[in-house]
């Protein structure tokens, strides 16, 4: 069904002022000179109508512009500009009203502001992304009046802008410049350098008597003249591979996000450090089928192709097979890497699946399973329950807490490290735990 749309309606004051003429006339017979003062006030406003009407501005006088921030993230406050230039010669009030976008929160309904005469003005609208993803801002509906504020005219402006919600990274902001330039040295992120030993070359030396015949460079020795040595390093770049689970145990929500999107924010924030440690990140993101996959690349060159790829995934409702995945990983993942499975705590069905995959990764690789745990379910356990209603709720959470208890201790068992941390804390901790295995050198 179309909607009926009309360029110009009334305002309320032209409505409260055509209501404080029907109270006169309502209460006339008791008064009589509310008569002649009705019908004065009826002729005022009808000719300060008429005198709105003809000043106008139209349609032509009016033009907006809307410029978007770089970028969105998830969670994070951001501002939407409009930049309003009025080309009448009379001040005008002016809101713009944006069409209601998926992924975007608006504080206000409506953004109001006052332009006046041949000018030109930029205003704000605070705006909290909701939902991660691709989504776009369509059609611009505005309403504008002038000084005497009787007609107001209405307008739409087609604006159609893609957009696109990302993940947010502040966790790896929080950890500040200087407090994580001194983790990543005291966790040994810098390469340790070991002269005579590795194979990426570091530096050249004349060749002395104790050094071994084979490692003369004799092109350096042919340029110079003299016998030179070629000096190496280790090579401490490894393999980090994310294992995102994108399945039906990833769709609840946790306070305000969905846990995929704790997780996606989480994986994206450590390959950003691992970036600062020369590691190349892989991906996996899979429920059913395998729907993303790259292979360890140095993040300094692929972290923008790891934030495309993973910024538009959404949970999908359907149990995710694990098996397909952890078959994916053998298959391409050859060198010693770290593994980083996010997901949520495996079920009874899947369990045995699991196990018996993780079993296997586990004697060739180091496997981090990051959980993320409900703060209702903490809630539950910690509160007395006082009614019916409460005493079933927190029966679920004491099933829940046992069954993320069971899977932790056994993941243990088979040599994987658990993380298990409330969703907000989930970025952070992840982070900590990588940084601890760099600078014992676990991998």
């Excluded at 008064?31 to 009705?38: Q, T, Y």
């Excluded at 090579?235 to 990833?250: K, P």
């Excluded at 995710?320 to 499975?341: E, G, P």
């Excluded at 079933?392 to 959470?397: F, I, Q």
Aim: proline share 5%; aromatic share 6%.
């Amino acid at each position: 069904m179309t909607k009926l749309w009309l360029p110009a309606w009334f305002t309320p004051r032209f409505l409260w002022t055509l209501a404080a003429i029907a109270l006169l006339l309502a209460f006339s017979p008791g008064v009589a000179a509310f008569v002649p003062l009705a019908i004065a006030l009826a002729a005022a406003l009808a000719i300060a109508t008429i005198a709105d009407a003809t000043l106008g501005p139209p349609r032509s006088a009016l033009h907006i512009t809307r410029t978007l921030p770089e970028h969105f993230a998830l969670g994070t406050e951001t501002e939407i500009s409009y930049t309003i230039e009025n080309r009448s010669p009379r001040a005008i009030r002016i809101a713009v009203i944006e069409t209601p976008a998926r992924t975007l929160r608006y504080e206000t309904d409506e953004l109001v502001a006052t332009i006046p005469p041949l000018s030109r003005t930029t205003t704000v609208r605070p705006v909290i992304p909701g939902i991660r993803g691709r989504d776009e801002l369509g059609t611009l509906y505005v309403w504008y009046e002038n000084p005497l504020g009787l007609i107001r005219r209405r307008q739409r402006i087609p604006a159609a802008q893609a957009i696109r919600v990302f993940p947010d990274l502040a966790a790896v902001e929080r950890y500040g410049k200087l407090h994580l330039r001194n983790r990543t040295i005291e966790a040994g992120l810098r390469r340790m350098k070991l002269r005579g030993a590795g194979t990426e070359f570091e530096s050249l030396r004349e060749w002395s008597e104790s050094d071994a015949f084979r490692s003369i460079d004799w092109k350096a020795t042919a340029r110079r003249g003299k016998l030179m040595v070629a000096q190496h390093e280790v090579e401490r770049s490894q393999n980090v591979m994310l294992l995102l689970d994108c399945g039906r145990l990833m769709t609840p929500r946790i306070e305000t996000g969905r846990k995929l999107d704790y997780a996606v924010t989480a994986a994206l924030s450590l390959a950003t450090i691992a970036g600062l440690a020369s590691d190349r990140v892989g991906l996996v993101a899979f429920a059913r089928e395998i729907l993303a996959a790259s292979a360890p690349r140095s993040t300094r060159s692929s972290i923008a192709s790891l934030s495309h790829r993973l910024y538009g995934i959404e949970p999908r409702f359907e149990e995710s097979n694990y098996t397909r995945a952890f078959t994916y990983l053998r298959h391409h993942l050859h060198k010693r890497s770290l593994i980083v499975f996010l997901t949520d705590v495996i079920d009874s069905l899947a369990q045995a699946t699991v196990m018996a995959e993780v079993g296997s990764l586990a004697r060739h690789h180091l496997l981090i399973c990051v959980f993320m745990n409900d703060a209702a379910v903490t809630e539950a356990l910690t509160n007395e329950p006082h009614t019916v209603s409460d005493a079933y709720r927190a029966n679920v959470a004491v099933g829940l807490a046992n069954e993320r208890r069971l899977a932790k201790t056994m993941l243990e068992r088979a040599g994987v490290i658990v993380i298990d941390v409330p969703a907000r804390k989930l970025t952070t901790a992840l982070i900590d735990e990588y940084l601890r295995v760099k600078r014992r050198s676990l991998l």
